[in-house]
């Protein structure tokens, strides 16, 4: 059973910077494209970032290319999402999810993904 958990999400200040971690279990890590994507009350579940199986293709929504990267490890089975100058409209749950074996390499849509986390809290006071 394939299983993700995130974890680093809290509150921080504008400005300030987070770094999100997602270990996943119960599959090969390398065999999956993974991603980060962001929901906030009433509003649909928004991409964020995405990487290849192997760390060499990363895409990011235009409203974090400039504050946010995403890396992988796959020796430890962990994706992680570092995220700078963090601003109010940040505020979201966060959310790690993994493109299945054989899927695409990278994903930007959430229909491309098959497996989700539970979701960590992202708060950026002003």
């Known amino acids: 059973q394939v299983q993700l958990v995130e974890s680093g999400g809290g509150l921080v200040q504008a400005g300030g910077s987070l770094r999100l971690s997602c270990a996943v279990s119960?599959?090969?890590?390398?065999?999956?494209?993974m991603g980060w994507f962001r929901q906030t009350p009433g509003k649909l579940r928004e991409f964020v970032a995405t990487?290849?199986?192997?760390?060499?293709?990363?895409y990011l929504a235009d409203s974090v290319k400039e504050r946010f990267s995403i890396s992988r490890d796959n020796d430890k089975s962990a994706l992680y999402l570092q995220m700078n100058n963090l601003k109010p409209e940040d505020t979201a749950v966060y959310y790690c999810?993994?493109?299945?074996?054989?899927?695409?390499?990278?994903?930007?849509?959430?229909?491309?993904?098959?497996?989700w986390g539970q979701g960590t809290q992202v708060t950026v006071s002003s």
């Open positions: 999810a993994a493109i299945r074996p054989g899927g695409q390499a990278t994903g930007t849509l959430r229909y491309q993904y098959d497996y």
């Open positions: 119960g599959t090969t890590f390398s065999r999956h494209g």
């Open positions: 990487i290849r199986w192997d760390g060499g293709e990363t």
